[in-house]
C-alpha cells in the first residue's frame, strides 16, 4: 500500500519528491496513515477500505488538516482472485481520493 500510495504522487507531477520513511528526504510535510479497514465483507459484497489521514507540517509538527478517506468495490464472485481484485479497486479509489485532498492542501 505504501508503495503505491508514493507512486500515485510521483505519477501526479505536482510534488518534486516522495519517500518513504527512513530515505533521509528533506520534507516538507508528512502523512500520518492510519488503516482503520482493509475487508472483504462477503454479506455485503464490497471490499472495503478506509483510512485516517493526518497532514503534518514537518518543520514545526503541526497538523494542517485531517481525513477519513475511503474506497469500496463489488465482490464480483468467491474465488481469492475475485476478491483481491476488488480490495485493489477499492484501495486505489482511496489512494486517488487522498492524492486529491493531499494536493489540495499543500
Keep these: 500500500l505504501q508503495t503505491r500510495i508514493v507512486q500515485s504522487f510521483e505519477n501526479t507531477g505536482r510534488v518534486r519528491a516522495v519517500g518513504r520513511p527512513g530515505e533521509g528526504l528533506l520534507i516538507n510535510y508528512q502523512l500520518v496513515l492510519d488503516i482503520r479497514n482493509f475487508e472483504v ?6 471490499a472495503v477500505v478506509a483510512i485516517g489521514v493526518k497532514l503534518m507540517n514537518d518543520r514545526n509538527g503541526r497538523v494542517i488538516a485531517t481525513r477519513q478517506i475511503g474506497g469500496q ?4 464472485g468467491t474465488s481469492n482472485d475475485e476478491m483481491v481484485d476488488a480490495l485493489d479497486s477499492a ?3 482511496a489512494i486517488d481520493q487522498l492524492v486529491r485532498w493531499t494536493l489540495s492542501k499543500i
Design 41 to 46: 465483507d462477503t454479506a455485503s459484497g464490497l
Design 73 to 76: 468495490a463489488s465482490i464480483y
Design 91 to 93: 484501495s486505489q479509489a
